[in-house]
């Protein structure tokens, strides 16, 4: 049984193989101090490369090559970020907080604020009663049909693959968070002010330094590429084929988790640059996991390895599958609603 069954008080009952998994999620600060090391030392080296090569009056396509290489380094500074939120990184709530920040700063993305957001999104993923924070928008057929025009020519562009990948990242990352979430308490409104004034901060130095000009040429490719890798591994991640969406009534915390979640296989490098994240079934199921530990869950529990993996090729088909159909339980795209 890989899903969880009902009581009749209501309750649900976890597989068998549930209790088994806790135990991957002691932290190891150990590990996770090695992860820091081995990440922002190539960064900051990256950085110090496309400083000289813009400097220097070499082609600006070398630093772009570069920025690509730092972009996605910069992804795996936010899977470091996404672990601190979930508190499950270092073994102390405080560490976490302090590398969340900084991380956080890194990434352009205030701590506390997005921590409330992606807490809301795990506990309502899947939810079709549910859905709005900390998720991708979605409709149903349904919905889709009988909204205005308007909202249909918003929902199309929104869904276009350059609008979500491209000018949307850029957006997030840049421009929105830098203003708190709806519902965003007192505290998580001061975590968007300290990032704000961090980035001002370094933004200042970088003028007195290497000047704005370069900063500029270097910063933005670099948020371009982490923020388009970013967000195609979240979409993958919750839009998919195959996937579970359902009513709350009928709602599934456990099956939300290891239906409603990709195991997105990537390639050994991919996987390094993304910290597991592609066993997002399997932190769904245990948010308290952190990356360095997904794989070996995933190892020594065959349950687990039932889920059928969505490999690079398949998903490619992803960002073409834009409504839920209601009635036959999937995702179809545009085109096959016109026809």
Same mark, same amino acid.
């Given at each position: 049984?890989?899903?969880?069954?009902?009581?009749?008080?209501?309750?649900?009952?976890?597989?068998?193989?549930?209790?088994?998994?806790?135990?991957?999620?002691?932290?190891?600060?150990?590990?996770?101090?090695?992860?820091?090391?081995?990440?922002?030392?190539?960064?900051?080296?990256?950085?110090?490369?496309?400083?000289?090569?813009?400097?220097?009056?070499?082609?600006?396509?070398?630093?772009?090559?570069?920025?690509?290489?730092?972009?996605?380094?910069?992804?795996?500074?936010?899977?470091?970020?996404?672990?601190?939120?979930?508190?499950?990184?270092?073994?102390?709530?405080?560490?976490?907080?302090?590398?969340?920040?900084?991380?956080?700063?890194?990434?352009?993305?205030?701590?506390?604020?997005?921590?409330?957001?992606?807490?809301?999104?795990?506990?309502?993923?899947?939810?079709?009663?549910?859905?709005?924070?900390?998720?991708?928008?979605?409709?149903?057929?349904?919905?889709?049909?009988?909204?205005?025009?308007?909202?249909?020519?918003?929902?199309?562009?929104?869904?276009?693959?350059?609008?979500?990948?491209?000018?949307?990242?850029?957006?997030?990352?840049?421009?929105?968070?830098?203003?708190?979430?709806?519902?965003?308490?007192?505290?998580?409104?001061?975590?968007? =002010?300290? &990032?704000? #004034?961090?980035?001002?901060?370094?933004?200042? *130095?970088? /003028?007195?330094?290497? %000047? =704005?000009? &370069?900063? #500029?040429?270097?910063?933005?490719?670099?948020? *371009?590429? /982490?923020?388009?890798? %970013?967000?195609?591994?979240?979409?993958?991640?919750?839009?998919?084929?195959?996937?579970?969406?359902?009513?709350?009534?009928?709602?599934?915390?456990?099956?939300?988790?290891?239906?409603?979640?990709?195991?997105?296989?990537?390639?050994?490098?991919?996987?390094?640059?993304?910290?597991?994240?592609?066993?997002?079934?399997?932190?769904?199921?245990?948010?308290?996991?952190?990356?360095?530990?997904?794989?070996?869950?995933?190892?020594?529990?065959?349950?687990?390895?039932?889920?059928?993996?969505?490999?690079?090729?398949?998903?490619?088909?992803?960002?073409?599958?834009?409504?839920?159909?209601?009635?036959?339980?999937?995702?179809?795209?545009?085109?096959?609603?016109?026809?």
């Amino acid at each position: 049984m890989l899903s969880g069954t009902g009581t009749s008080d209501g309750r649900i009952m976890m597989p068998e193989w549930y209790e088994s998994t806790a135990k991957y999620g002691q932290s190891d600060s150990r590990k996770a101090l090695v992860q820091l090391i081995n990440t922002f030392i190539p960064y900051a080296v990256l950085w110090v490369m496309m400083i000289y090569s813009v400097q220097q009056g070499y082609s600006y396509g070398i630093t772009l090559i570069l920025a690509v290489a730092a972009g996605l380094l910069l992804v795996r500074v936010f899977i470091f970020f996404h672990d601190c939120c979930h508190g499950s990184f270092f073994d102390t709530p405080g560490t976490n907080r302090i590398i969340g920040y900084i991380c956080g700063i890194f990434t352009f993305t205030p701590y506390e604020d997005w921590r409330r957001a992606h807490a809301i999104h795990h506990s309502t993923v899947a939810d079709l009663d549910r859905r709005g924070v900390g998720d991708i928008a979605l409709l149903t057929v349904e919905e889709y049909q009988v909204a205005t025009r308007w909202k249909r020519l918003a929902y199309r562009l929104y869904r276009n693959p350059f609008v979500m990948f491209c000018i949307g990242p850029t957006y997030l990352f840049l421009i929105n968070f830098r203003f708190p979430q709806k519902g965003a308490r007192k505290h998580e409104r001061k975590s968007v =002010l300290y &990032t704000n #004034f961090a980035l001002l901060a370094i933004i200042g *130095l970088a /003028a007195l330094t290497i %000047g =704005l000009k &370069t900063y #500029f040429m270097i910063q933005f490719p670099v948020m *371009l590429v /982490a923020g388009a890798v %970013g967000v195609w591994l979240f979409y993958i991640q919750h839009d998919f084929e195959g996937m579970y969406w359902a009513r709350h009534k009928d709602w599934d915390k456990m099956k939300a988790s290891l239906e409603g979640c990709s195991y997105y296989k990537l390639p050994k490098v991919l996987q390094w640059i993304s910290g597991n994240i592609g066993l997002h079934h399997i932190h769904h199921i245990r948010p308290r996991i952190p990356n360095y530990h997904l794989q070996q869950c995933y190892d020594e529990t065959p349950a687990l390895q039932k889920i059928v993996p969505l490999t690079l090729s398949k998903s490619l088909k992803s960002p073409w599958l834009n409504l839920w159909d209601e009635r036959h339980h999937k995702m179809i795209s545009f085109r096959l609603l016109s026809n």
